[in-house]
Every structure is written in C-alpha cells, then in structure tokens.
C-alpha cells in the first residue's frame, strides 16, 4: 500500500470509498479489521488503507485532504485545533481506537548505570532512579542522556515528562527529550542515539528482543484509562460526509469488538503480523494482544492485565467513545508544557475535538460519562474544572 494507492482512490471518487492512513502500530487493529473481515463492507464502505512512516505525514495528509480519515496520536486533533505546529485544521476524533498499549524502556546500559529501578510497573521507584542518575551525571559533568517520543503531541510525550517531573526531574532542562518514529525507534536504540523510549506496542518488545532495550513499565502504570490512539477526521468531511462516517464509526465498534476478544487474538496476531501492516513476527504482537510483556531478554513474560484494550467498559464508560475529560486533560498537558497559553481556547478545542456527539448518534448506545482522570502523582483532574489542576499540577 503506498501514496499511489490513495490517489487511486481519489481519482475514482463515489460515496462509500474512503482513503485511511495508518502507522505500523498494534493499535491500528480495528481500522485493518474492519476492511479485512467485512465490517466495513457490510456498512456499504471501500476501505482503502494507506502505511505511513511518520505521525509527521499522517498529520499533514488529512490537512491536505489526501486522507479521508487517519489512525491518529489522541492529543493531535486539539492541537490540529489550535494550529500548533502547522496550520490551524478542525480536526475531530468521533472515536477512539484504544486504550493502553505504551511502554517506557531503556538501554541495557542506562539501566546499569541507573542501579535500582525497582520492580518492573513501579513509576515511583524508576523516577527516583532516573533522577539519582542524572545527578550523577551532572556532578562529574557527564552529558545528560536522551529519551524519546514519537511526536510532540502525543500521550508518549506527556506521559514521559508526567513521570519524569513527579520524580522532581524537569524535562527541559535535565535532560534532552527528542521525536523519532516508532519503527525508528529499535534502530535509534541500537546506534545509541537515544537512551530511553517512550512508544506503542510492538517496538518496545522488538527493542527487548534486539538486546537493545529493557523495560521499565507500561504507560498504564501512569495513566490508567486515558485514550491512546483515535481516529481522526475533519469536521468539515464529517459535515458533507456524515452517513459514511456513522457506518464507518459502525464498522469500527464491530471491528474493534472482534480485536478485543481473546479467542480471536491468534488471527488477529497474524493479521497485524503481515508485512503490509506491521512487518514483525506474530508471537510478538501476540504477547502485546495477551498482556504478557518480555521486560528483558531471556526473562521470562511478565502478565500485563488490560495492557492494550479495543473496546468494552472503562473507568469512565465505553472505551471507544469520546470523552470530554479526556480531550481537556490533553489540553492541560499542553498548557502545563508551555505548547500553548490560552487556557480558554485549548479548553474549548478540546471540547469540540472530545465532543461524543458523533459516536452518540451512530452508534445509538446510552453512555455514562465520568468527569475525573487519575494518574499515579498529583491530584485528580477534573473535567469540570480543568483550570483548577494547572493550579495544583504535581
């Protein structure tokens, strides 16, 4: 699948034919499940599915309108929103694709340095860690080490610098925090370019399995329900185009339904295993599927209950509903971050980015709604009164 593909589509036009853009992650299961097993075509739709390289382009490709809809990093459609760092698009996310599937890991060598990071899961223990190691390091003048992201709008981004300040580290100024794309990520590794990731399943475990990483924890450990991935869409293709997104949002919960149940998770495996999808051998993407995460090479799997989830309740009610509060405490991350200083208008962004009111009227499902986020440091977030936590940040 390549950019002619999705020209292709283009060109032969006609309601029911959609252009979507992916990166090779795990979580892009319900969006390959939906055009492999039918659901879509059952809902009168064409998927095309279009491999990118970098969360880069699959930003810049719905600005453009080369792709009708993309698998997309949770926080971008707010950014997107706000135009920060390219051009001001309204961009909504009328579905979340999942919850979970993150880890942090760092080099062999980094952890040796590091001494005792404790139990694996434990983001107390490896903060204090990481921050005895970068006083070390300042006190003999050593150069402070690097860890990296996939985008600077992304729940791996905060989600680094969260841990990292709960520990009393400051992230722009202990450290150095860089972006590389995820199938980048084991090679940056393995050239010592980078000395600690942040990143989706499966390249942390691809990393462990190089000899090149080793993990510290799942992201859940940080954030336990917070969306990771969503689907992204321009409210003005939702606009002209509302019936084939409401039978696409359709076709996803079916997609994302079949993902979630483990007597599937063998096909599924081999699915996202393909070299047209993800391009790694199956027993790793099925150890993410099972929750059952190698934290080192050799060692035996460690059982990560919930580690990826594609649907079904949540803390908070359906986990591929849009919620408010999860739009809003994105919104604060950039706030807390110094991306953005208009509270009013992030807050606003969020709001209509999270609105649910696209999922509510194509799916036709009651859904509760909590207001609270909770995170392992610092006081809960509110999403009644977001402001209020930027005043009391950890």
Not at 57 to 84: E, K, T
Not at 89 to 112: E, K, M, R
Not at 144 to 168: E, I, K
Not at 370 to 380: E, Q
Request: net charge negative; glycine share 10%; proline share 8%.
């Amino acid at each position: 699948m390549t950019g002619s593909t999705a020209t292709r589509s283009r060109d032969r036009g006609g309601e029911g034919r959609l252009t979507l853009g992916f990166m090779p992650l795990v979580d892009c299961a319900p969006l390959v499940v939906a055009r492999d097993l039918g659901f879509a075509r059952d809902e009168g739709l064409d998927l095309d599915l279009v491999r990118e390289t970098s969360w880069a382009n699959i930003r810049d490709r719905i600005f453009l309108g080369h792709f009708d809809a993309a698998h997309m990093l949770a926080p971008m459609p707010i950014a997107a929103r706000l135009g920060l760092g390219h051009l001001k698009t309204p961009v909504i996310a009328p579905f979340v694709l999942d919850q979970g599937g993150n880890s942090i890991a760092v080099t062999p060598a980094l952890h040796a340095e590091g001494g005792d990071w404790g139990v694996f899961g434990d983001p107390v223990a490896s903060g204090r860690a990481l921050a005895r190691l970068l006083e070390a390091r300042r006190r003999r003048g050593a150069e402070q080490p690097t860890f990296a992201s996939v985008h600077p709008f992304s729940c791996h981004h905060y989600q680094l610098r969260h841990w990292m300040a709960a520990a009393g580290i400051d992230p722009d100024r202990d450290l150095r925090l860089t972006v590389v794309p995820p199938p980048h990520m084991v090679a940056a590794m393995e050239a010592g370019d980078v000395d600690g990731v942040c990143v989706g399943a499966p390249w942390t475990s691809r990393a462990v399995e190089a000899g090149v990483g080793r993990l510290l924890m799942p992201t859940a450990a940080l954030w336990p329900s917070a969306p990771e991935k969503v689907l992204g869409v321009r409210q003005d293709f939702a606009e002209r185009r509302g019936e084939e997104l409401a039978a696409l949002l359709r076709a996803l919960d079916r997609a994302a339904a079949w993902a979630e149940a483990p007597e599937n998770h063998p096909r599924l495996a081999e699915i996202i295993a393909r070299d047209d999808v993800v391009g790694v051998p199956a027993a790793v993407v099925m150890r993410t599927l099972s929750g059952t995460l190698v934290v080192e090479k050799g060692a035996t799997p460690v059982p990560v209950p919930g580690f990826l989830r594609f649907h079904g309740d949540g803390e908070s009610g359906p986990i591929n509903r849009p919620r408010a509060t999860d739009g809003l405490w994105f919104a604060a991350q950039m706030l807390r971050w110094h991306q953005t200083a208009d509270a009013d208008a992030a807050f606003a962004a969020a709001r209509e980015a999270y609105s649910p009111t696209w999922w509510d009227a194509a799916l036709e499902q009651p859904a509760r709604e909590g207001m609270t986020l909770r995170t392992f440091a610092g006081p809960v977030f509110d999403g009644s009164a977001p402001e209020r936590w930027l005043g009391a940040e950890p």
